[in-house]
């Protein structure tokens, strides 16, 4: 299929990777969605690529967390939410068929939410609960699960000796990045982000960026944020919306530094949002 | 399903692991959305089996009904209506002399032989008052006696059809040939009643005329009050001014007449008499239990209704925290009362504890007081009061906590204080909440059973609200006791029995139609906050 | 600086002011009185019941009251002295006076007792009772409420079929318990043939108690933040194992505690029970003497509100008779007390725990 993605490298820090073929694996055609009767996206087509980092950017109640919820169909779960025009497709496979189960598509593309929300279990069984969820019991399995999922969110070295706690005990940045080890515990293949950072000081934020540059090696993430200067630093691409129709998308490099279009300017440049 | 062929990297499509056409998914929410249908289910049952139980009374009724005037008991209750005004002029007078003899005897310093001499020419007039009914009596006695044993026959022929039916159904056909059934026939067995016409007007020709004879000597009777005689002089006018119109009555009564549903229905909802198990005819009327059940819930909500309020503001808006902890937990634990040990409470102490109270010299102008019974609609509604408090205190507090903070700081703002604040914001605010909060406490209060059935006296009688406020410390019955106490000793599918479901329907319909008020007026409230 | 101005702010005493206070000491006074009106009740039946059931030496508890059936109270005079026996006390002691009479050869003298019943023995096959009732009822009601609840909460979208069903549980708690009494006899004990019986009695029960449990499973599965849910379904688990999993584990303790005071409703009712499941008196303790298992299920108990009404209206009201009056009332006011207690500091304690 035509991709309007060039294989390219145009993220800052990418250079220095070893070229990957970038095939998109998400493509959005002609996306109509209502809540109700109040239409909340219109006409989206986009393309996300295999292990690319991108951002969705925009001021608030533009859409940005909608298209996010559409694409694991977190948006199941609201009354009245429904898809009336256009497809997501997945790897070829459109997500919103009958015959889809949602469970096994959840499983492969996780979701990191705006509000840490590790369940008041220890930091271990917040690990493995997807794990269990699939049937796994082998005690050995799920401890090297544990540790190669809390060393992938980064959070194995402060963690390491107390895996028995609260996963509530944790400062809000650890309880984030307990979510995000969660997520890759079921290995997706595609993380979506829906404002991870919003409730995060400073120095949190920071590891959580680090965290999410570690982590496009392996996988396809989604991010959406408020912060400009997040997406300017985190993604690969960014995308901008705005009333709920995609204004703008493209390389964070052109978004930034050479928007075509003058709302994207407006915003990126701090004159509305 | 072509895509998942293509790309076998992703697949999502679903499993094929089903149940009836159904995922195991869609089972437990099948199970669950079954549980929550059990209300909604025992709802229609409720309503199904109550009249499934109880609707075959209005049939029972009129059957009742019609054999009431069929049997011509009808016909001879007008005598005996008659009859029964004259015994109430008669208390008239027996009253009458009460009050002058306490006084002879009290303020006037008289011995009782003394007194009862002064007043022996009332005594003779009353005598003669009281005489002059005997033949009306003797008559009503006599055809009583008839049309009883009329009802009596038609009920055992009833009775012995029944049996025929049954032993035929069973098959036993040559015994059922044996089973005797005579066809009561109304129109011979009610002759003699009706041939007693002539008597009864002659009877009442000499009535009328000895009794105008003692209206206008009543002013004459010496030593008693002229404007009491005087007031009973037009009683008794009245009284035999009431005669052409019995005896009108009396000449079209006609036993033929069909007695409708209609009039079976409305002898339940209007009927003023609960009478049951008695030799002459059984009455099924409502009305008494209603209003036994309406007064006692109006003196627990006269009591609770300020109390619970009162205790929910103060709580809500001017208690210390320290306060708020105490009574709070405190009332809800008054909640957890069994009624039944109140209603112990009530006849062990309460009773005699009001009673006693009513007794002080200095409560004497209170009418009824003292109280001449222990048991009654005052001590059920006290005891009903306070299982009504907690109700009350916590959805009226709850109502005055959603009032919004920001309200309560905008008056303190304007200056205003915090009684003004309470009552120009707070309350009308909290206004509705407050009201469904008073419905919901009248929906349990006319809903309790063991404290009225224990405390409330149970007398089947409308109170004699001439009495004034007095009417208020007569014993009553209500709804609900009767079903809890008639229940237990009737027979299944007889009328009696029937009566009760219907009963009880009554009160499922009533604490529905409060319910649903109570939450109307919620919704109301939640929707538009002033 | 040299001239002090008065305060404006100063407080100065008014109509308005001492008004006000007034106002607020009539409504603390309202608050008082209904502690008081309660206070009263609770206090009397305690005083008076406890000189039944505790008692001055060891064992400090009357064990004969706690453990025995009722039985009729003789009391009469015997050579001078005035004794009070229980029913089989004083058969034994007829007989004995017969028998020793007998044997110094002369006729015993008649013994002239006046019984009164219910009034001697104990109540324990009433708690027993109860206790079985409120076992029973309440193991229905939380199967039925909690799913219900979780259908409400979990699954169901806004529409017509919710809003009957919201609206039948909030009708449904305001029909009164005796109403229950008349359907639970209609339905259990006349139409499906199970008669005055255990299992008639738990389902009345169940049934008034349901919407207690629904509102209040309802109540605790809202209190679990909704981001569990959303992180549990966004691991890949099917709704089902998000409700097991990520909500009901967190809901359940407020669950319980909440139902317990539906546990009070079901043990402090006697209207529903009276036609469906209590007998006035029976000899058997529901254990003894079943034929099959099932006949467990289908056998009447007596039950301590229903024994309560039954000995304040049905026997007169003296000094022989007070004593177990008061001694039922106070046990079974104790164990409703209790339970109630228990929910009401459990609940306290568990909002202050509970704060995701």
């Known amino acids: 299929m035509p991709s309007p993605l060039l294989p390219s490298s145009l993220g800052s820090a990418e250079g220095r990777n070893p070229p990957v073929v970038r095939r998109p694996v998400i493509e959005i055609a002609d996306l109509d969605f209502h809540y109700g009767t109040s239409q909340a996206l219109h006409d989206i087509s986009l393309s996300i690529a295999e292990k690319e980092v991108t951002a969705f950017i925009g001021p608030s109640g533009c859409g940005k967390s909608t298209l996010l919820r559409c694409l694991n169909r977190m948006n199941d779960l609201i009354d009245g939410a429904r898809i009336s025009r256009g497809a997501i497709r997945i790897r070829g496979v459109d997500i919103h068929q009958r015959d889809v189960e949602v469970m096994e598509l959840r499983k492969r593309v996780g979701m990191v939410f705006q509000k840490s929300n590790p369940f008041p279990k220890s930091i271990y069984e917040n690990v493995v609960y997807g794990l269990r969820l699939q049937g796994v019991r082998d005690k050995t399995r799920l401890d090297e699960a544990v540790e190669t999922s809390l060393r992938g969110a980064a959070l194995w070295d402060e963690v390491k000796d107390r895996l028995h706690a609260s996963g509530l005990s944790l400062s809000g940045g650890q309880q984030q990045r307990l979510c995000i080890a969660r997520t890759i515990a079921i290995e997706p293949e595609v993380i979506l982000m829906d404002e991870p950072c919003s409730a995060l000081d400073p120095i949190a934020t920071a590891k959580v960026e680090e965290l999410i540059h570690q982590l496009k090696l392996r996988y396809t993430i989604v991010i959406v944020t408020h912060n400009m200067q997040q997406a300017a630093r985190c993604s690969d691409r960014t995308a901008f919306f705005y009333l709920g129709k995609l204004i703008e998308f493209a390389p964070t490099k052109d978004i930034f530094m050479t928007p075509s279009n003058p709302q994207t300017e407006a915003y990126v440049s701090g004159r509305f949002g | 399903m072509a895509d998942t062929s293509k790309a076998p990297s992703f697949p999502i499509t679903k499993r094929r692991l089903r149940f009836f056409g159904l995922t195991s998914d869609e089972l437990v929410q099948l199970f669950f959305r079954g549980n929550a249908m059990v209300s909604v289910l025992v709802l229609a049952l409720i309503t199904l089996f109550l009249f499934r139980e109880g609707l075959e009374f209005f049939g029972q009724n009129q059957q009742n009904l019609q054999v009431y005037r069929r049997a011509g008991l009808d016909y001879v209750d007008h005598m005996r209506w008659q009859e029964q005004d004259h015994t109430a002029l008669n208390r008239y007078l027996l009253d009458v002399r009460m009050k002058v003899m306490a006084d002879l005897t009290g303020r006037g310093g008289l011995s009782v032989e003394a007194a009862n001499q002064r007043l022996e020419a009332f005594d003779q007039y009353s005598i003669r008052f009281d005489d002059a009914i005997a033949p009306l009596r003797g008559l009503v006695s006599e055809l009583s006696e008839t049309a009883s044993a009329i009802k009596t026959k038609y009920y055992i022929n009833e009775d012995k059809r029944t049996e025929r039916r049954q032993l035929l159904a069973a098959g036993r056909a040559d015994e059922a040939a044996r089973v005797e059934v005579i066809q009561v026939d109304f129109a011979r067995e009610l002759e003699p009643i009706l041939a007693s016409r002539d008597a009864y007007l002659a009877i009442n020709r000499d009535l009328a005329r000895e009794l105008q004879e003692l209206a206008s000597a009543a002013r004459a009777v010496p030593g008693v009050p002229v404007e009491r005689m005087d007031r009973f002089g037009t009683l008794v006018v009245q009284y035999v001014g009431g005669f052409p119109q019995i005896e009108q009555r009396l000449a079209t009564w006609d036993y033929r007449e069909d007695v409708s549903l209609l009039r079976s229905f409305s002898a339940f909802i209007f009927g003023r008499q609960w009478l049951t198990a008695s030799f002459w005819q059984d009455w099924y009327g409502v009305l008494p239990l209603f209003v036994g059940s309406l007064m006692v819930s109006m003196i627990a909500l006269t009591l609770a209704v300020p109390l619970g309020v009162g205790a929910a503001i103060y709580v809500n808006q001017i208690a210390s925290p320290t306060e708020q902890r105490l009574i709070k937990p405190c009332i809800e634990f008054i909640a957890a009362f069994p009624s039944v040990v109140l209603g112990f409470f009530g006849i062990a102490v309460l009773g005699e504890f009001l009673r006693s109270i009513s007794g002080a010299a200095w409560l004497d102008w209170v009418p009824g007081f003292p109280l001449a019974e222990r048991l009654n609609a005052l001590t059920a509604g006290c005891l009903l009061g306070l299982i009504a408090v907690p109700t009350i205190f916590t959805l009226a507090e709850d109502a005055l906590q959603n009032v919004p903070r920001s309200f309560k700081e905008a008056s303190f703002a304007l200056g205003a204080t915090r009684l003004q604040t309470i009552v120009r914001v707070i309350i009308p605010t909290a206004l509705s909440g407050i009201i469904s909060a008073v419905l919901l406490g009248l929906g349990r209060v006319i809903g309790e059973t063991m404290v009225v059935l224990l405390c409330a006296g149970n007398r089947i009688e409308i109170p004699d609200f001439t009495a004034g406020i007095a009417a208020f410390f007569q014993p009553v019955h209500t709804m609900t006791g009767i079903i809890a106490q008639e229940m237990g000793e009737v027979v299944r599918g007889e009328i009696h029995y029937r009566a009760l479901f219907v009963v009880g329907i009554v009160l499922f319909f009533l604490s529905l139609t409060i319910n649903f008020t109570a939450q109307k007026i919620l919704r109301r409230y939640r929707q538009q906050p002033l | ?356």
């Open chain 3, 1 to 356: 600086m040299s001239q002090p101005t008065p305060n404006p702010f100063r407080a100065t005493p008014s109509f308005s002011r001492t008004f006000e206070s007034g106002v607020f000491w009539v409504l603390r006074s309202t608050a008082y009185i209904i502690l008081l009106c309660g206070g009263f009740v609770f206090s009397d039946i305690v005083i008076k019941g406890s000189t039944t059931v505790f008692r001055p030496e060891f064992p400090f508890v009357n064990t004969t009251f706690l453990t025995e059936a009722p039985e009729s109270l003789y009391v009469f005079e015997h050579e001078g002295v005035k004794r009070e026996m229980g029913d089989r006390e004083f058969r034994a002691f007829r007989e004995s006076e017969r028998l020793k009479a007998e044997a110094a050869g002369r006729t015993a003298p008649e013994i002239k007792a006046t019984s009164y019943v219910y009034s001697a023995g104990g109540i324990f096959p009433c708690i027993v009772g109860t206790v079985l009732l409120v076992v029973g009822s309440m193991s229905i009601a939380l199967c039925l409420g909690v799913a219900s609840a979780i259908f409400l909460n979990e699954y169901a979208r806004q529409g017509t079929f919710i809003r009957l069903v919201r609206l039948t549980i909030l009708n449904l708690a305001g029909v009164p318990s005796i109403v229950f009494g008349l359907f639970g006899m209609g339905l259990f004990v006349i139409f499906l043939d199970w008669n005055v019986s255990l299992l008639a009695g738990w389902f009345t029960l169940a049934l008034m108690v349901l919407p207690v449990v629904i509102t209040a499973s309802e109540e605790s599965l809202k209190a679990v933040p909704q981001g569990f849910r959303e992180a549990s379904l966004a691991l890949g688990a099917t709704k089902w194992q998000t409700i097991r999993k990520a909500v009901l584990p967190f809901a359940l303790p407020g669950i319980l505690t909440s139902s317990i005071l539906g546990i009070a409703r079901v043990a402090g009712e006697t209207a529903p029970i009276m036609f469906t499941a209590a007998f006035v008196v029976r000899d058997k303790l529901p254990w003894e003497d079943l034929e099959r298992a099932s006949d467990f299920f289908f056998q009447g108990v007596m039950a301590l509100p229903y024994h309560i009404y039954v000995v304040s209206s049905k026997i007169p009201q003296n000094e022989y008779t007070e004593r177990v009056q008061y001694g039922t009332a106070f046990v079974f006011l104790l164990i409703v007390a209790l339970i109630a207690t228990t929910s009401i500091v459990l609940r306290a304690r568990l909002r202050r725990r509970y704060r995701w």
